[in-house]
């Protein structure tokens, strides 16, 4: 069965940290680039960090640039987003993504092949 499952989310308080994993299963992920979105209710899901394929070259865009870092475990099929510096607006249901052709920044979501269930991140004191 091919999936996408997302976990680590959770409660932090402001300038905590998490980790969230996206487990692939039925497929290759390293073959795959893999994009992170968030998503608040009443608003768009919003692309914020990408990994390529192959090379592992990275993009997020400026409003996580240097708080948010993503890798990939190829070991045990999963990609990682490290969460750090967390922000109130941060706040969101965070959803992982691969796309077969290794592009990263792309925020059109049928562009996507696969995309797991998501997992809830808030950002609280």
């Known amino acids: 069965q091919v999936q996408l499952v997302e976990s680590g989310g959770g409660l932090v308080q402001p300038g905590g940290s998490l980790r969230l994993s996206c487990a692939a299963s039925?497929?290759?992920?390293?073959?795959?680039?893999v994009g992170w979105f968030r998503q608040v209710p009443g608003k768009e899901r919003e692309g914020v960090s990408w990994?390529?394929?192959?090379?592992?070259?990275?993009y997020h865009l400026d409003s996580v640039k240097g708080r948010f870092t993503i890798s990939r475990d190829n070991a045990k099929n999963t990609v990682y987003l490290q969460m750090n510096s967390l922000k109130p607006p941060d706040t969101a249901v965070y959803y992982c993504?691969?796309?077969?052709?290794?592009?990263?920044?792309?925020?059109?979501?049928?562009?996507?092949?696969?995309w797991g269930q998501g997992t809830q991140v808030t950002v609280s004191s």
């Open positions: 990994i390529g394929s192959g090379d592992g070259n990275q």
């Open positions: 039925g497929f290759t992920l390293d073959n795959y680039s």
């Open positions: 993504a691969a796309d077969r052709l290794g592009r990263v920044g792309i925020q059109n979501l049928g562009e996507y092949d696969y």
